[in-house]
């Protein structure tokens, strides 16, 4: 008779659950934790491996996206210099775009590390830490993104269009990118986070 028929497997899964949240006086079901306090906190039903796995798929699905955006701005980017356009633009213009470039190297940079970090400590079971230290890339590459297509705004603007205005433009699209990007996110969390402890 195996544990899973006589229930064991159930009630070692719950141990493991318990000891993998450092407190022994939990159980976990229908993804509550009840404690001998009485307490009950919300959650899903999984263990730190679980949680850790699930996290790092999504955590992955999210650089795809960001990755792609990073990686053709960069590409667009690195062409210019051998346009005959470039020979001709003002000092204060290729310094903006060297910082361009210099910007998305680093945010591709950061973005691409949560895979070499991932393929370097594969197999010594600190998937958890693997997981911390690839979110904390990524969002380092998210900040070096928004400065990278800030510093792209501002010399593209600067050379289409009256210079009077390019910091108008530039500030108002910062603006959405922080509102898109940061503000609404922050807001939702605080917002449905408060409501589900209530």
């Known amino acids: 008779m195996t544990d899973r028929e006589t229930g064991l497997g159930r009630d070692r899964r719950w141990e493991g659950r318990a000891g993998a949240h450092g407190d022994g006086d939990t159980a976990r079901e229908g993804g509550e934790t009840s404690r001998r306090d009485g307490a009950t906190v919300r959650g899903r039903d999984e263990t730190a491996d679980e949680r850790a796995d699930r996290q790092w798929q999504d955590l992955m699905q999210e650089i ?75 969002f380092i590459g998210i900040l070096l993104l928004l400065a990278t297509l800030t510093t792209a705004l501002v010399l593209i603007l600067r050379v289409a269009t009256d210079n009077a205005i390019v910091p108008w433009l530039v500030a108002g699209v910062l603006a959405w990118y922080l509102l898109c990007w940061f503000a609404l996110p922050l807001w939702a969390r605080g917002r449905h986070t408060a409501k589900r402890r209530e």
Not at 69 to 88: A, D, H, K
Not at 103 to 130: D, E, M, N, W, Y
């Open 64 to 138: 795809r996206v960001v990755q792609t955006g990073v990686q053709i701005l960069l590409g667009f980017l690195l062409t210019v210099v051998f346009t005959p356009r470039y020979e001709s633009l003002s000092s204060a213009d290729k310094a903006i775009y060297i910082l361009t470039v210099v910007l998305g190297s680093l945010a591709t940079g950061a973005l691409i590390g949560p895979v070499s970090f991932h393929r370097l400590v594969a197999g010594r079971r600190i998937k958890p830490q693997a997981v911390a230290w690839a979110s904390r890339l990524t």
